[in-house]
């Protein structure tokens, strides 16, 4: 077993919701689709990463596994990375329903995956790398850059709050508010907690750590002031 300085971050210390509890695990999928479309998010994401049948892809961040299974479909292998044990068990279970066989599920995180094997054709995070500090989001960044052969993609969905804001007070209470109206007022907490209690950065931040992780950015894209996607690819 991998032993870590007695310096390094600790990504499996709880930051945001709960996801050791199998209640909120089982809520998960419910809970977003009142605020995402992940259908189509996957089927984006699938398209431009471009994935190939013999390509290997893994995903940090794998939640319930909807993107994994997808991409399982399309590809040789998925790894999916998750540093909930209790997420891991659901989406195994979720693709064993399904007839899926080519996933392998990592009980691990951006600092402590350790890829055995061919170099990865592409990685894939999405809401994830936020429970990061910054200095610890560029070492993860770098270690995804290790990991992909050469001409890989990276593609990065997170939020990230705009700069082009004076009043952050108006601007998270705006955001707060209309997700209240949108979803529900269990969500506009969870919002209230993220902003309160995890490391969402700034986009100029973001785009300056992926490129100092050695990464091209092909594309950005910024939505509603706390929304980035990045699509990268190893230089």
């Known amino acids: 077993m991998s032993t870590y300085p007695a310096w390094q971050y600790d990504e499996f210390q709880q930051i945001g919701k709960d996801y050791a509890n199998i209640e909120e695990v089982q809520a998960y999928d419910t809970r977003h689709a009142k605020i995402r479309d992940i259908k189509t998010e996957i089927r984006i994401v699938i398209d431009i990463i471009g994935l190939n049948k013999n390509d290997l892809v893994l995903e940090f961040g794998s939640g319930t596994g909807e993107f994994a299974i997808e991409a399982s479909r399309l590809c040789e292998k998925v790894y999916a990375v998750d540093i909930s044990p209790v997420m891991l068990e659901f989406a195994r279970q979720k693709a064993e329903n399904r007839g899926i066989s080519n996933i392998k599920f990592c009980h691990a995180g951006f600092l402590t995956y350790e890829h055995k094997g061919m170099p990865l054709n592409a990685v894939v995070s999405q809401l994830a790398l936020h429970h990061l500090p910054d ?38 209470s705006n955001w707060i508010s ?6 529900d007022d269990k969500i506009a907490r969870d919002i209230e907690a993220h902003i309160k209690n995890e490391y969402s950065t700034l986009d100029w931040v973001m785009e300056g750590l992926i490129q100092r992780a050695g990464f091209s950015i092909d594309k950005l894209d910024y939505h509603e002031g706390f929304m980035g996607v990045y699509v990268c690819t190893k230089k």
């Open 178 to 183: 209309n997700i209240s109206l949108s979803a």
């Open 135 to 172: 200095f610890w989001k560029l070492v993860a960044l770098r270690r995804i850059y290790k990991m992909l052969s050469a001409g890989g993609k990276f593609y990065l969905r997170d939020i990230v709050y705009t700069s082009k804001v004076n009043d952050y007070d108006d601007f998270f």
